[in-house]
């Protein structure tokens, strides 16, 4: 149990454009999400919570204009990069929690590459 | 603010040895959790312990094992008879109980265990 999926794992876009990543929890119902940014050698850093059914909130830094996090529903939470930019490129991962704070769940995390 | 630390940038050792990798960590809540996690070249993250602060036992599971003494704020893993599969980025990890309830990560120890 407590499988988390990302989708696409891999995307390679042209600068300018926007990109859309899923994170769904498959067999348990997510009442808070988070997003993670890593770059190359460095460590995971927190982008941004998102609540089922309320706005995300975002870490100092982030702007919210330009990662735009929608958690629809208990499963589901996307993450849209929007006018892309090669400074964009990362590995972005999402993780899920369903009760407590202990228990967070990864998901296997998306490359983003922009040219 | 809580924070986490890992000292060891990059480690690299021959197959067989023993290996300690160390994660010394700051915090005023009293109650937290703390977590290792390892990340092969794949990039997901696998998850390896858990430990809340209340409980300072020491944790064996297989060739790991787990030193956690809220003393000197620290929370180191062993390796024993490390092996080339052993290779990866291990981050350790802290999440207060209470306030913002954030995962925190340390900076990753790259351990590589040649042949």
């Known amino acids: 149990g407590a499988v988390v999926s990302q989708h696409p794992s891999r995307v390679i876009c042209k600068s300018g454009t926007s990109v859309k990543i899923e994170c769904r929890s498959l067999d348990f119902q997510a009442t808070t999400m988070f997003w993670y940014r890593q770059f190359p050698k460095q460590s995971l850093m927190l982008m941004a919570t998102?609540?089922?059914?309320?706005?995300?909130?975002?870490e100092q830094g982030v702007e919210k204009d330009k990662f735009l996090i929608n958690h629809a529903s208990l499963t589901l939470s996307t993450l849209t990069v929007t006018s892309a930019h090669p400074e964009d490129s990362s590995f972005y991962i999402c993780?899920?929690?369903?009760?407590?704070?202990?228990?967070?769940?990864f998901g296997p995390g998306t490359r983003l590459t922009v040219l | 603010a809580q924070k986490v630390t890992q000292a060891q940038t990059e480690i690299s050792v021959v197959e067989k040895e023993d290996v300690t990798l160390d994660c010394v960590y700051e915090t005023r809540d009293t109650t937290y959790y703390l977590f290792w996690y390892k990340q092969p070249p794949s990039g997901e993250l696998v998850f390896l312990i858990r430990?809340?602060?209340?409980?300072?036992q020491n944790e064996i599971s297989g060739r790991y094992s787990w030193n956690f003494q809220k003393s000197t704020s620290s929370f180191n893993f062993t390796i024993t008879a490390s092996q080339v599969v052993d290779s990866a980025v291990y981050f350790c990890?802290?999440?207060?109980?209470?306030?913002?309830?954030?995962?925190?990560f340390g900076q990753g120890t790259r351990l590589t265990i040649n042949p």
């Open positions: 990890a802290l999440i207060e109980y209470g306030g913002a309830q954030k995962l925190v």
């Open positions: 430990r809340n602060s209340f409980d300072e």
């Open positions: 998102s609540n089922e059914g309320s706005k995300a909130t975002y």
């Open positions: 993780s899920a929690r369903d009760r407590g704070p202990n228990e967070q769940f």
